[in-house]
Structure formats: C-alpha cells, structure tokens
C-alpha cells in the first residue's frame, strides 16, 4: 500500500478534482489506500491505468472524430436556410464550446501520458490563465446545451410565443449571458490560483469553490435541468401524436417535430453522458465527507478513466447524432459538401483559362455560372 501524494494528481477540475485532499485524511488504519501505475487496488483486483496508453488514445480519437464533426456542424448550421432558427446559434455555439473542451482534454492527457512538463506549472501567469480556461470550458458547454433544451421547451409547449421567444436575436443574447456568466464563475480562479510546491493547486476557500463548480454547476444542476425540461418537451410531443391520431390515421410529421426531434435526442444524450461522472463524482465526494472506507473511495478513482471515456463523447457527439436521427440533415450536408467540391474545382478548371484569354465574356460566363451553382447549392430543404 501506499500513501497518495498531491503530484499524483492533476488539476483541481479534473475527476474528483484534489485526490491529495482527499488523500491527506487519516483514516482508521493510518494509511489511505490507492493505487499507482503499477499497482492494484481493492484485495489484488485489476487496478485501472488511469493515464495509460489505452486512455490517452482513445482520447486522442474522440477528440479528432469530435472536433472534425463540431466543425461540419458549424458548417452546416451557418447554410442561408438553417441560420434563421434559433437552435442554429445555440448549435454553433455548442460546436465551438465542445471543441475548446475536447481541446483541453487532448493537451492534458498528453502531458500526463508523456511526462511532459504542465503548462499550469511553468510560472504563476500561465497557472492562472490555463486553470481559468479550463473552468470556463468546463462550465459553458453543459449551459449551452441548457439553453438549447429551454428553446425546444418553449417550441413545443408554448408555441404560440415562439415568434416571440424563440428567435434568432434572443438565442444569441441568451448565449453571450451564458458566456458573460461563465466567464464570471471563472474569475476566483483567476484572482486566486497560485504556483506552490506542488504545481499549480488551489487551497482554501478556492477548492471548496472548485469543488462547487464541478459537483453542481457543471454537473448535477445541468443535468437535473435538461432531464426536466425532456419530459416536459416528450410529453407534450406524445399527447400531441395521440390528439392529432384520433382525427386522422395517416399523416406526415410536422416540420417542427422533424426538427425537434433530433434536437432532444442531442439534449438527452448530453444527459446520459454527462450524468455517470456527475454521479460518480458526487459519490465519491460524500465518502470523503463521511470518512468512508478507503477502498470505496479508491473504487470512485480506478473506475474515473470510463467514466471521463463516456463525459468527453458528449463534446463530440452532437453532429453524429443530427445526421443519424434526421435524413433532411444528411441531405443538406451532403449538398454543402457537393457544392463546396464543384467549387473547388471549377475554380482549378477556370483558372487557367481566364489566365490565358483574359476577356471580359469569359470571366462574366465563368462569374454567371459560379452564381448560378451557389443559387442551386442555397436551395435545400429545411428540417
């Protein structure tokens, strides 16, 4: 056995955030039980390499798939008839948010794994300004998602004030105070994170605060908010099937429920994945509290590597699931990806052509047919 030591661990809003505070009460045998890279834990069980290969690839590749799709759903959400709706903005602002999460999530688990010195840890200005980042990524995606969740919320339960609610302009008003409300949350961390002999660590008032931010406010309220607002929202859409069935037995799908539909599937999938380390977390933090068993406590810690697995798919997810749940997504995908091809390449044909003649007919022709391909590629359905 052996006894956890605060450079065991990384930063105050990873996992359960400070394994050495946890590790620094004395429990009833003298002695904390934990594991290292080497060690098992819980009667010779297979412990878990919390930053192992096997860990850090299989970031690497969420974190590749995931930023790749956040920047076609960008791309997507930015198409002439998408960006009118309201859910576009929170979409493309979740697809920014969850691609500076995934980033973060790569650099760490590549200084663990390598050994490599952290940046937190190099002068107080840079610990200041990365732990400050990372809470702010940490918080604002989840709210973002939140804020999505309340837009289809009022949609469907409350349409006739959807003209009115649910606009363009007041979902990116409510996206910056999202932000502006973040970026306030982050601040202590700012003002109040300091280098000492064991990196970059919070102490004080701070780490009860830190503990605060990763329990409650980008954890548990998010997730009891969104699950909420999902019955709500399913509900209202199951009583409005039953209404509309006893009038008519065959009918097509409203375009609102087309486009709502796929839009919950991101909200409740955000739960799922987010709820498992919240709980996790929570549990853990309340054998702490309770001065439980050690090896209960070091069960949380070997079963963390899955559990932060299953949080980082709900940052790279989101474009996946909107081309799987709805086929007018993947037709206006597949148009934008055509188009942008069929650009690509009349430009490389044209090119030449327009270096070699120079007249004004060719370059007007060449001018008239780029307009006439950018008004067929604009024309899609909308969801």
Known sequence: MSTLSPNQTSNFTESIDDLDLVGSRNYSDGEFIMYDDNQSFLDGGPGF???GYGHWSTVLVIAIIGTIGNILQFIMMSDSKLSPFSYSVYLKFISVSDSLVLSYAIAQQTEYYFKL?????IN???CKIVISYEVFAMLLSPWLVVGLTLDRFVCVCFPLTR???CTKKKSIVVCSCMIGGTILLSLPSLGFMELGNYGCRPSGLLLHYSMFLRLIMSSLLPCVIILLLNIGITSRIKRSNEFRNTFTRHRKEST????????VLIS???FVTLLPVSVSESISQLFYLLEADAKAVSLGFGL???FHIFYLLNFGQNFFILMASSRNYRQIMKRKLVCFSEKVGRKRQNLPALQIMGSAE???AVSMAIVISNTACSEVSVP
């Open 49 to 51: 390499d919390l930053y």
């Open 117 to 121: 010195t952290k940046v937190p840890d």
């Open 124 to 126: 107080n200005v840079l």
């Open 163 to 165: 003209g009115r609610f």
């Open 256 to 263: 609102n429920e087309n486009s709502t539909r796929p839009l």
């Open 268 to 270: 409740i999938l955000a």
């Open 304 to 306: 963390w590597p899955a």
């Open 362 to 364: 060719t370059t007007n």
